[in-house]
């Protein structure tokens, strides 16, 4: 089945109530997309990691969530045809204007009404072209979901750039690196997991010295210890409390 025959079947189908209207927005300015996806797709991996413990044997360590992935097909209309879901604009114009946000270094905004997608993005990928002399263009967008650190974005707009920056954007160099004590650590095995290098008893990183050191004459470390390390003070934790 054709692209065209596919989303036509999919836009008069006898169970279909609702039309999955499609915006994507950027630097405060929306499009509709003239025709819905006749297909999206979204996917998103979590960092779960396989470790091997002496004693134990491997287990499933559950990690945070990766950043979503999303791929939207559907084309822009050189004329109205009577499954647009709004008047079309031109398709070069679209085409324009999303070149120009793919390059703006900003991330847009990807929603579909009826669906749970309504994510902050970047635009990865964009491919378009004609394919059937109708001066129809079809793309293909590819997204991924961007996270504005801190949770939320910064309203205040830069007097240099004009433009408005992620919130907590100094917060990258405090960036704390927190491990669990499993059976059979030692205070270097989980002091090379906080700070995030290899030690070992021969290593000149005065840091990891210091933080070895600091661990063995405050008594150690026991199993289930949360040991944390923030990367710019250097100040290391067990259980919330400095060592």
Request: glycine share 10%; aromatic share 8%; net charge neutral.
């Amino acid at each position: 089945m054709s692209f065209l025959s596919s989303l036509l079947s999919s836009l008069t189908a006898s169970n279909s109530t609702t039309v999955a209207r499609t915006y994507l927005s950027c630097n405060g300015d929306t499009i509709q997309f003239p025709v819905p996806p006749a297909k999206f797709d979204v996917d998103v991996k979590q960092g779960n990691e396989i470790i091997n413990i002496n004693n134990l044997g491997e287990l499933n360590m559950l990690g945070k969530t990766g950043l979503l992935h999303m791929q939207l097909l559907s084309f822009l209309p050189a004329q109205d045809y009577p499954f647009c879901v709004c008047t079309p604009s031109d398709p070069y114009t679209y085409v324009s204007t999303i070149d120009a946000w793919r390059t703006s270094g900003k991330p847009a905004r990807v929603s579909i009404a009826g669906t749970p997608v309504n994510y902050a993005v970047s635009i990865d990928q964009f491919k378009w072209g004609e394919h059937d002399g109708t001066n129809d263009v079809y793309f293909t967008l590819d997204f991924t979901e961007y996270k504005f650190i801190g949770g939320a974005v910064d309203t205040t707009i830069s007097s240099t750039t004009g433009l408005k920056d992620r919130t907590d954007a100094s917060s990258i160099s405090n960036v704390l690196q927190s491990v669990t004590v499993y059976p059979g650590d030692s205070i270097g095995d989980v002091v090379g997991r906080a700070v995030g290098k290899t030690v070992s008893l021969g290593t000149n990183d005065s840091k990891i010295l210091a933080a070895y050191k600091v661990l063995a004459k405050s008594g150690g470390i026991k199993v289930g210890d949360i040991v944390t390390y923030a990367k710019s003070s250097g100040v290391l934790k067990v259980n919330g409390t400095s060592v």
